[in-house]
């Protein structure tokens, strides 16, 4: 059965009753390539376990199954896994986990449903849960990398480099875990219905855990910094670390800058990952001088 023929899909959905949700940002690709291409780009092997997001009808999950060794497929929409059950008749490396991917202990899922690793993550994401569930896939710390398709614009975020107009407290999320490239742009003409944006495919490389090349970084207080450095884009950076840290004096946070090779007037956007980790660390030492106990805590 092809998934991406448009009669096809017809046939198949009036078969099941099945209609579109707009709440659930339901869009089927209507072009056989483009899973093809998502599937390829992967990082799939005969040996490789998948955990799909939002399988639909089928048409990336076919491509799945033909080259991993066990795919599970998590679907919030009870009305899909039966026309799952047609369209996947043929692969008995399937399974389909009906569930809300934000509330499932994905861990668990892959030990239960995919058995030894190793395990990559792979989803057309809905773009209403674009940030959470592609946050959830990575915090999981199960795959060696997530391929995801999201709207173009979040795909550029993800990659954008420091000082860039799309660089933000995401890009620097995604690439403090893993390495982002775009492997695949995908224009809506390619969806039944056509999304009103365009589309792009994400493969984010993750770092296992220790080879981060950073180097030791405290994360929970490195992501503190980076949210002040964020929350007010138009104010210098030491503004918005005074705000974020408002248990250093103005000095403090100066020396902070200077010390970690920074200039007085710069602004959170233009620092790279490595820039953050240097700030993070100058940070932390003035947090632990002027209080022992605030180190221990975080």
Same mark, same amino acid.
């Given at each position: ?9 017809? +046939? ?25 291409? !998502? +599937? ?19 048409? &990336? ?44 202990? !994905?861990?668990? &899922?892959?030990?239960?449903? &995919? *058995?030894? *690793? ?39 975020? !993800? ?18 875990? *893993?390495?982002?490239? !775009? ?65 250093? +004096? ?20 233009? &620092?790279?990952? +490595? ?19 605030? *180190?221990?805590?975080?």
């Amino acid at each position: 059965m092809n998934l991406c023929d448009i009669g096809e899909i017809k +046939a198949l959905l009036a078969r099941h009753g099945f209609h579109f949700s707009k709440g659930l940002g339901q869009n089927f690709l209507r072009d056989a390539r483009i899973p093809q291409a !998502i +599937a390829e780009n992967a990082n799939i092997g005969r040996q490789t376990g998948v955990l799909e997001v939002g399988p639909g009808i089928g048409a &990336l999950t076919q491509q799945l199954c033909r080259r991993a060794r066990r795919v599970a497929a998590v679907e919030l929409d009870r009305r899909l896994p039966p026309v799952l059950a047609e369209t996947m008749a043929e692969f008995d490396n399937l399974t389909v986990v009906e569930g809300d991917i934000l509330k499932t202990d !994905i861990p668990a &899922l892959c030990r239960r449903e &995919l *058995g030894p *690793g190793p395990w990559v993550a792979c989803a057309n994401l809905p773009y209403y849960i674009t940030t959470p569930a592609l946050s959830a896939l990575i915090e999981s710390r199960c795959f060696g990398s997530v391929t995801v398709m999201v709207q173009k614009e979040v795909a550029q975020r !993800i990659c954008a480099r420091a000082a860039t107009a799309e660089y933000g407290a995401f890009s620097v999320y995604c690439q403090y875990h *893993g390495a982002p490239q !775009i492997v695949l742009q995908v224009p809506a003409g390619c969806f039944v219905p056509a999304p009103k944006v365009d589309s792009a495919v994400v493969r984010l490389d993750l770092y296992p855990a220790g080879q981060n090349p950073l180097g030791p970084v405290d994360q929970a207080l490195f992501f503190r910094v980076v949210r002040a450095a964020f929350g007010q884009r138009r104010k210098m950076l030491s503004n918005c670390l005074r705000q974020g840290f408002p248990q250093l +004096a103005k000095e403090q946070i100066l020396e902070c800058l200077t010390d970690a090779g920074l200039p007085e007037k710069v602004r959170g956007e233009q &620092l790279d990952l +490595a820039q953050f980790a240097r700030l993070t660390e100058e940070i932390g030492r003035r947090i632990s001088a002027d209080n022992p106990a605030a *180190g221990e805590g975080r």
